[in-house]
């Protein structure tokens, strides 16, 4: 049973950092593109950031760019996703989501999804 979970969401204040995680079970890991998805309240899903589990080059969404790093560890099989200077715009339900055909920010290419993990940032 292939199986996402992500963890590492909270409260935080504008400024602040945390750390997410992805840890993925269920399927070849090596073999598929792992995306971190968001969805503020009263908004569509959006793509924030996706990388190969391959080693290939990570993709962000330009509201990201130069705060959020992502990261794989294929010994643990989880991806992280590391948020510096987090703005109050930031705040959402963070989701991981794997992809054995595509990668990048599309979310219908995704097949397999976590149930999220929530990050708040007050201002």
């Known amino acids: 049973e292939v199986q996402l979970v992500e963890s590492g969401g909270g409260l935080v204040q504008a400024g602040g950092s945390l750390r997410l995680s992805c840890a993925a079970s269920?399927?070849?890991?090596?073999?598929?593109?792992i995306g971190w998805f968001r969805q503020a309240p009263g908004k569509g899903r959006e793509g924030v950031s996706s990388?190969?589990?391959?080693?290939?080059?990570?993709v962000y969404a330009d509201s990201v760019k130069g705060r959020f790093t992502i990261s794989s560890d294929n010994a643990k099989n989880t991806v992280y996703l590391q948020m510096n200077s987090l703005k109050p715009e930031d705040t959402a339900v963070y989701y991981c989501?794997?992809?054995?055909?595509?990668?990048?920010?599309?979310?219908?290419?995704?097949?397999?999804w976590g149930q999220g993990t929530q990050v708040t940032v007050s201002s």
């Open positions: 989501a794997a992809s054995d055909r595509l990668g990048g920010l599309i979310i219908n290419a995704y097949d397999y």
């Open positions: 269920g399927f070849t890991f090596d073999d598929y593109y």
């Open positions: 990388i190969s589990s391959k080693g290939g080059s990570a």
